[in-house]
Nanobody, 130 residues
Framework: QLQIVESGGGLVQPGGSLRLSCGAS?????????IGWFRQAPGKTREGVAC????????LYSDSVKSRFTIARDNANNIVYLQMNNLEPDDTATYYC??????????????????????WGKGTLVSVSS
């Protein structure tokens, strides 16, 4: 059973950067899963921000983070990163990492309504404030 752990959240000023990490339970390779990053702000529904497919590294970003966020795999260390640059107050949220083996190549879903994700972490809080 895959267990996911997120880390790297914290308080940052507007315009700053953070790098979130998504790690897996021992012995489970994240390289064998599509990975998605989602976020939920207080009082709002959870939304997808970035995902990467399992096989071909297809990536997809929400319009709100495109050109500011980058999702990337570090298979040697079994981590998937979300590099977040030029952070804005509206980026304040709890960020969740999700994994699934169904989204193998050419596509990954940012809409949970369209296509659910099987495995979820407990989240890491990102606060953007001056």
């Amino acid at each position: 059973q895959l267990q996911i752990v997120e880390s790297g959240g914290g308080l940052v000023q507007p315009g700053g950067s953070l790098r979130l990490s998504c790690g897996a339970s021992t012995g489970v390779a994240l390289a064998n899963y599509a990975i998605g990053w989602f976020r939920q702000a207080p009082g709002k529904t959870r939304e997808g921000v970035a995902c990467i497919s399992e096989v071909d590294g297809f990536t997809l970003y929400s319009d709100s983070v495109k050109s500011r966020f980058t999702i990337a795999r570090d298979n040697a260390n079994n981590i998937v990163y979300l590099q977040m640059n030029n952070l804005e107050p509206d980026d304040t949220a709890t960020y969740y990492c999700a994994a699934d083996r169904r989204y193998r190549q050419g596509w990954c879903p940012l809409s949970e309504t369209l296509a659910p994700w099987n495995y979820w972490g407990k989240g890491t809080l990102v606060s953007v404030s001056s």
